[in-house]
């Protein structure tokens, strides 16, 4: 009756866990896991649970999450208390700052998301999916023993560490307004792993200080790992013409040249015009467009989230791109429905509103054409060295 049917012979899974969007870091902190309670309620209200596979995930084993993180430190995750009001008696791994705070059940939300990842990575490897999404996961700058920009275990690492069991190559993708630098870090001296982070980059203050241009892997060049990290640093004010353009001429040189078996694709929604903490001007739509693309590629594609402060736009987006992902996108009413739960938060009626409803007065573009074009010839220079 809605129009929802599920995609002949191609399958979505969709890997949730109520149990995640309890959690809390803190009041008036930016990372507020109840945007997953957001999204999935608007996700079900279309109806798009209906042309999923929807799996309830379980909680990484410890082994599991050793695959990248140290013992030590997860032991220390498991067994940290939550701190008292004003003890600020400092925390190894980066934990206890206002950034990464310990908070009430801290591991079980890791093993939680972790657990989401390795499961989606999973149905991808036995051909049970065609598109794995988790939206709670994405955690991208998470380190093997270190806490980092509200990211505490990197499930991406998780996840991508799993298919390289069955495939030889993964391209990252990750379209965050932050740099991906946990899993850029990770795969950094690998060419079975290329990764290609798109993100606010301004040489000094902006979280988390590194992906510039210049920085595409070990410099030296019989590390095997040598021009296979890719970073794409952005000004303020990109809109989506621009980044859809970029996008699509990235990753398709990339997959041209690296001929990934597998893409992961960090959605974080923290590059979307209005979010609290970031800085471009990309709508839901040049946002989706980005998930379409790799759709079209027809390679084994895994969702995952990552930021988004600004919960009706996450929510917005992360309904729209499974839409996509099960390709219902043509066919949906934009207008949100009026039993979606919690419908008075989405303050414009439609999953689309418009840049002036968003953000009143837009923000300034300060990138050039040629910016953009430096970049494309840069990114293409280094392409030349891969060679799969
Ligand atoms: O910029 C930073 C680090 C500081 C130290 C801590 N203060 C609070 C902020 C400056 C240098 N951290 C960034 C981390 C961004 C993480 C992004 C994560 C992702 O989207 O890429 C993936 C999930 C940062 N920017 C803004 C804040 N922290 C911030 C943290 C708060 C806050 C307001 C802003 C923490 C608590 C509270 N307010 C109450
Ligand atoms: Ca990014
Ligand atoms: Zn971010």
């Known amino acids: 009756a809605n129009g929802i049917v599920r995609p002949k012979g191609y399958n979505v899974s969709w890997h949730v866990n109520p149990e995640i969007e309890k959690h809390h870091f803190g009041n008036s902190h930016p990372m507020k896991p109840w945007r997953l309670t957001l999204s999935k309620g608007l996700i079900m209200s279309y109806g798009m649970h209906a042309a999923m596979d929807t799996f309830v995930t379980r909680q990484a084993t410890e082994e599991e999450m050793r695959d990248f993180h140290t013992e030590d430190y997860l032991e220390y995750l498991k067994t940290a208390k ?197 800085r471009f001007n990309v709508q839901v739509q040049g946002h989706g467009a980005c998930v379409a693309y790799c759709k079209s590629l027809k390679i084994p594609l895994m969702l995952v989230g990552g930021g988004g402060y600004t919960p009706r736009n996450v929510a917005r987006a992360w309904a729209h791109e499974t839409s996509i992902a099960i390709g219902c996108d043509q066919t949906i009413d934009p207008i949100i429905p009026m039993h979606t739960p919690y419908r008075s938060h989405f303050r414009h009626e439609t999953l689309f509103p418009t840049l002036e409803q968003i953000l009143g007065d837009p923000r300034p573009n300060r990138n050039t054409p040629k910016k953009l074009d430096d970049i494309v010839q840069h990114v293409t220079e280094q392409l030349r060295f891969v060679n799969a």
């Open 82 to 278: 939550v701190a008292m009001p004003d003890d600020d008696t400092p925390m190894p791994y980066n934990l206890g700052g206002s950034d990464c705070p310990v908070f009430e059940g801290l591991f079980n939300y890791c093993s939680m998301y972790s657990g989401a990842s390795i499961d989606a990575a999973r149905k991808l490897c036995n051909n049970e999916s065609d598109i794995a999404i988790n939206w709670s996961g994405g955690l991208h700058h998470a380190k093997k023993a270190e806490a980092s920009g509200f990211c505490y275990a990197n499930d991406i690492v998780l996840a991508i560490l799993q298919i390289l069991r069955k495939y030889p190559r993964v391209l990252y993708v990750d379209i965050d307004v932050h740099h991906g630098d946990g899993v850029e870090e990770a795969f950094w001296s690998t060419d079975r792993v290329m990764t290609l982070s798109i993100h606010k980059y301004d040489g000094l203050s902006f979280f988390p200080g590194t992906g510039d241009l210049e920085r595409t892997g070990p410099p030296d060049e019989n590390n095997p790992g040598a021009h296979h990290a890719l970073n794409v640093p952005l000004s303020d004010g990109i809109n989506d013409e621009q980044y859809i353009w970029l996008f699509k001429t990235l990753v398709g040189k990339c997959v041209e040249r690296f001929r990934p078996n597998a893409i992961v694709l960090q959605c974080g929604a923290d590059s979307l015009a209005g979010d609290r903490l970031g």
